[in-house]
């Protein structure tokens, strides 16, 4: 089988999506945090974690023109699509933490409570995606114009 150097694969574009959406939104939100964190230890923490972060998305942001299709420069106004990605990016993370959770659980009363959690996680992420998705925020269908939105944020997370 023949390796094509031209351009990323479809999967790991994906992939490579996933995790630039998710750096960059934390990124954001732990550089809004910073001035709040008192804590001497706490705050040397955040630092490293915005530096470490920074870092990840720099590198990550050198295979996007490898991807199978280009990317465009877009702006953005308003703080809505971070505030809208970071219910997102919650919503999903809760999904896959509370199937993670009902595996490890022996007490079906508590199974019960995880499980109706989990039901409403789901539903909160399909509200949340449908919100986004309705007025562009989230352009699961158009591979160019998510990677994009990928490019974009995280340079806007890095420039903050």
Not at 64 to 85: H, I, M, Q
């Amino acid at each position: 089988m023949k390796h094509n150097p031209k351009h990323l694969a479809w999967h790991e574009t994906l992939e490579m999506h996933e995790l630039t959406a998710f750096q960059a939104n934390n990124l954001m939100g732990f550089k809004m945090a910073l001035g709040d964190i008192l804590d001497p230890q706490l705050h040397s923490l955040y630092i490293e974690a915005i530096q470490g972060v920074e870092n990840n998305l720099k590198e990550l942001l050198h295979y996007f023109p490898e991807a199978p299709v280009g990317t465009r420069k877009l702006s953005e106004a308003d703080l809505t699509a971070y505030y809208a990605g970071h219910l997102l990016g919650f919503a999903k993370t809760s999904v896959r933490n509370y199937a993670i959770a009902i595996t490890e659980t022996a007490t079906p009363s508590l199974r019960e409570t995880l499980q109706k959690q989990l039901n409403k996680a789901i539903e909160l992420h399909g509200k949340v995606y449908y919100f986004m998705y309705e007025r562009g925020l989230y352009p699961s269908y158009n591979l160019k114009q998510l990677l994009s939105n990928d490019v974009k944020n995280a340079n806007k997370a890095i420039s903050l």
